[in-house]
């Protein structure tokens, strides 16, 4: 009897043991799918993926919040220049709502505070406005990003995305060949996630 409740109690650790694996490399071959995802349905897919980790991943559980923020974030990007699409404030709001359960956990995290600032200019975007309280938020967003994480890809896109807005052109694309550089050293060189944000380049030649 103890000879077989031993085997059972290896079996049943080893299943969780299998269990979570299977879990953790779901998580990360669905991160690799934010740079390759070209549809709604395919952020939409995402979305629902990293929704469901929020509540049974068992460590760095905050990746979970953002890559839920990112999928929603790139798919309403997807959308801003579409004369027929879904509802962007909503949407906005979802990835508002998960990038902030992100900073929960992890408020002095460069990326999550880019990707903040980054769906807070979505939003003025949206709105067709610069609401003052917004800008607050992206510009405290990008000061915690720069004392983390001063060459951080993602925060020059967003500051690109302030400096064309300001009319600042000639530096935003600067902003923009610099990043789009890094983002092809890191291909090259297998460096690990998160790589997303090269989709959101459209640098001038």
Do not use: C
């Not at 909503?90 to 408020?107: I, P, T, W």
């Amino acid at each position: 009897m103890k000879k077989f409740l031993l085997i059972l109690g290896f079996f049943v650790v080893g299943s969780w043991a299998n269990a979570q694996s299977y879990s953790e490399k779901d998580f990360q071959q669905s991160v690799l799918q934010i740079n390759t995802a070209k549809t709604k349905s395919d952020y939409d897919n995402l979305f629902q993926k990293f929704s469901k980790f929020t509540g049974n991943k068992t460590s760095e559980r905050w990746e979970a919040y953002y890559y839920a923020a990112v999928s929603m974030y790139l798919k309403i990007e997807g959308q801003l220049n579409q004369t027929v699409h879904e509802d962007l404030p909503g949407g906005n709001a979802v990835a508002r709502k998960f990038a902030k359960g992100a900073l929960n956990s992890q408020q002095d995290n460069a990326e999550a505070n880019i990707l903040l600032g980054l769906i807070y200019f979505q939003k003025m975007q949206i709105n067709g406005s610069q609401d003052p309280q917004d800008m607050e938020v992206i510009t405290k967003s990008i000061a915690k990003a720069e004392a983390a994480s001063p060459n951080n890809l993602r925060l020059a896109i967003l500051k690109a995305r302030l400096k064309e807005k300001s009319g600042d052109k000639a530096n935003a694309e600067k902003l923009l060949q610099k990043a789009a550089s890094g983002f092809d050293s890191k291909n090259s060189t297998g460096k690990p996630s998160p790589t997303w944000g090269r989709q959101l380049i459209q640098v001038k030649n």
